[in-house]
């Protein structure tokens, strides 16, 4: 193993928390419930970069039947991108470790413009990967092979050379058919041990 690639959401960020939810739908106003159905089925293009904030929400706002304005726009991408900006410090301090001892770190996170700059306007770990595949702007998300293949391309290593570590089972298994080593996380002290008895 030569190279850790990383998801970002569930593995270094937290995902959203009921709180967070509970703000969007209270922003959104209507049925949470066929909120959240609306928010996911409109989410591919939005990650992909196909679509920006407004053009998303435009399009969750006309399945739920909300009448949607500037002001709606706004407080909705803002509510947004506070939902996805809680950061698991002890993934940072991992990201850290594994930097300090000379592991090459890629990541490849499912990633919406807005939010991708404003990672990079307030997290300064990010400056520990060599490569950064934001969905928004390689234009292919996970599962899909080509999210891997550009990351695998970037890392200039053989597949079976790089980990990949995400949350979700179905993101893992893409990449092991594409020939990458996988991991699914399930905690940050899990994945150290993992590590630590894989790197020499």
Known sequence: ???VLFDMFG????VQSPASQAVLERTAGGDSGRFWEAYWSQRAPYD???VAGPAYWKGVCAELGI???ERLTADLIAADLASWSEIDQRSVDLLAALADRGMTLGLLSNIPEELAVQYEDTQPWLERFTVLGF???I???KPEPAAYQWCVREL???PENILFVDDRAENVLAARELGLQGHLFTSPDDLRTALEAALP
């Open 67 to 69: 009448a949607l304005d």
């Open 139 to 141: 234009r292919s998300a």
């Open 11 to 14: 593995v270094i960020a937290r």
């Open 156 to 158: 200039g290593l053989p």
């Open 135 to 137: 969905s928004c702007r």
């Open 1 to 3: 193993m030569k190279a």
């Open 48 to 50: 992909r970069g196909d």
